[in-house]
């Protein structure tokens, strides 16, 4: 099977950094995807990892280890709308776009 | 401009009957996709279509039937809807690019409660 750990819920306050881990077992990798959803919206697209490292888009960076089967999501400078669940999803191979979701991070940003 | 859009937004409906749902992306992809987001927020992929043919088909009941009559459409039918049919319906789509990461476009989302 097909397995994404991720925290059910982290909380921080405005303006501090937090990080949303990601453990995977999945039967394939070729990627690391993170998706960001606000309550009652659409998950959307926020960054990939296909290979170890830091990527860093703005004020949020994900990072990858494929050795250790993990990944997490960096958010700095944190702001009230950044409030959302936080999603890791994994490419399981290069010859399919399927994604394989974690069970995602509810962040709960307070002023 | 929205970019995927799917219909209708809230389905309220009694157990047993037949109801569909409809998307449509604008953005020129060709692969798009089903996904069921539970009550507890776990997002899984139901089906996949590259250019109106079926990709990936999970394991989901016979209830369930995909019909994608062009790349820009990909509607979702379910028969003799069931309780635990309850649930969030995402549409998405992608530009298919097997070996190169193409972000997923969800459409907002359709709220089927059975009754």
């Known amino acids: 099977g097909q397995s994404l750990e991720q925290p059910s819920e982290v909380t921080a306050v405005e303006g501090a950094i937090v990080q949303i881990n990601c453990t995977y077992q999945t039967s394939g990798f ?13 998950p959307t697209f926020l960054s990939y990892n296909a290979l170890d490292g830091l990527e860093e888009t703005g004020r949020f960076s994900s990072f990858l280890s494929r050795s250790d089967s993990y990944g997490y999501l960096l958010l700095q400078e944190l702001q009230m709308k950044d409030s959302a669940s936080y999603f890791c999803a994994v490419s399981l191979s290069y010859n399919t776009d399927k994604l394989i979701f974690g069970t995602g991070t509810r962040l709960q940003v307070f002023p | 401009d929205t970019a995927v859009s799917q219909t209708p937004k809230y ?6 009957n037949d ?3 409809k998307c449509e992306q604008n953005l020129g992809h060709d692969t798009m996709y089903w996904y069921k987001q539970d009550s507890k927020k776990f997002l899984k992929i139901m089906f996949s279509y590259n250019n109106k043919e079926l990709i990936i088909n999970e394991t989901v009941p016979n209830r369930f039937s995909p019909k994608s009559p062009d790349k820009a459409h990909l509607n979702l039918h379910i028969n003799s809807l069931e309780l635990g049919d309850s649930a969030v319906y995402f549409c998405a789509s992608s530009q298919s690019a097997l ?9 907002d989302g359709t709220r089927l409660s059975i009754l």
């Not at chain 1, 070729?30 to 659409?42: E, I, M, P, T, V």
């Not at chain 2, 070996?99 to 459409?107: E, L, M, V």
């Open chain 2, 19 to 21: 109801k569909s749902i």
């Open chain 2, 99 to 107: 070996g190169a990461n193409q972000p997923q476009h969800f459409g």
């Open chain 2, 11 to 16: 389905l309220v409906t009694q157990m047993g």
């Open chain 1, 30 to 42: 070729y990627g690391l995807s993170w998706y960001q959803q606000h309550d009652g919206g659409a």
